[in-house]
């Protein structure tokens, strides 16, 4: 059913489900929003222009780990979700949701060249009565310095004609207990009539929606939320090294700290961050703040401690050899773990990729197992060698001069691993359960 071009049109079309929605940029974000908006009763337009994304998710396939391909066969058959490459369809859509990726420029500038070429792919078809709501995160000002001026290119109206606003995805990749349908959204509108229509759209797919004044503070929230993530896990990691020094474990200390009932939350070391958000998006703050003749110094140095952290284990990788007469020149060092978190299968930005580039500049003889990642993926600012996952067997742990947790996987059974392997490096406190062979561990 074609919807009337109008506010009130497209109000009645979300309230009554009818409004045909559209979603830009089918990865880690859009899929599993779209399966949101489809569960609400929505059908859905996917919007990527990766054919070969689209074509496999036509043939009813998954490439995202926790999003079931069955489900999308289903949602194809019954023409709920219809995927496509083909942009000028974009006008078919009453509300288009953009999720396309971020990311930093060599110089550590933000890179919108997705979000630009989206909005000028929207303009092309832009046409009254549509509602725009750019999720990607990025810095406050995005959706109305850059969004706005190229969607008014159509020479329609904003708060008129169509509809602008922003609203943070907050995915939580690989989380069961999360999913896009039970986070809070929130939202912030161009306009009063904006901030309705948006409203109106994830009130009927998402549990509670969060309406802020302006598109500003929905995009600084988001920015806000990760850095502050950022900073913790730096000052974790930080502590993790003095404490180390002196002796004493960070992972129980957190334990016993995290029983204080009120003004603490437990942040986790680790090898490094990584994933696409707590790694790049509060470089996008730093910038802004550039512009503004300001720092963001605690950014600085959150980005500065973390990016650090895969030296820090090198060294203790170098040191736990040391202590069995070896050096890391020629010693057999096998990878666990290659995403950048638990239970995923997204590499991006995993510190995984920083250990083996660096162990193997110094003459390591590498290999790797994730059971989430078959082939190890070619990323743009690594050189790592070509490398599929190994088989996790007896023989194979038995030959390692060390066994390196970089991602504690549920599907790791670290009994096995310590029991058969002869010298372990823990960046995870992955191992903190196994009861035998302790002297083995050493936590990094
Ligand atoms: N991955 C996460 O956990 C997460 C969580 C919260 C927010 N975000 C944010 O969401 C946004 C998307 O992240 P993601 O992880 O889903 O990225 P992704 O790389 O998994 O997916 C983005 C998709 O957009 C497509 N694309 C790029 N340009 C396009 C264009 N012009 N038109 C149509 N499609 C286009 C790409 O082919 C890709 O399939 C980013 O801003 C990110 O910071 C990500």
Known sequence: MKTDSTAAGLEKAIHEKTALVGIVGLGYVGLPLARAMIDAGFATLGFDVDQAKVDRLLAGESYIGHIDGRWIADCIADGKFRPTADMARLSEADAILICVPTPLTESRDPDLRYVESTARSIAKALRPGQLVVLESTTYPGTTRDVVLPILQTSDLAAGRDFFLAYSPEREDPGNPRYTAGCIPKVVGGMDEESLRLATALYSAAVESVVQVSTCEVAEACKIVENTYRSVNIAMVNELKTLLDRIGIDVWEVIDAAKTKPFGYQAFYPGPGLGGHCIPIDPFYLSWLARKHDMTTRFIELAGEINTNMPHYV???????LNTQGKPVKGSKILVLGVSYKKDVDDPRESPAFALIELLGARGADLSYNDPHV????????????????????EELLAQQDCVLIVTDHTAYDCEFIVQHARLVVDTRNATKDVAEGREKICKA
Do not use: D, G, I
Not at 314 to 320: F, H, N, P, R, Y
Not at 374 to 393: A, G, I, Q
């Open 374 to 393: 078959p082939v190890l993926p070619r990323l743009r600012r690594y050189e790592v060698p070509e490398m599929t996952s190994v088989e996790l067997t």
């Open 314 to 320: 090198v060294q203790k990788v170098t040191e736990a």
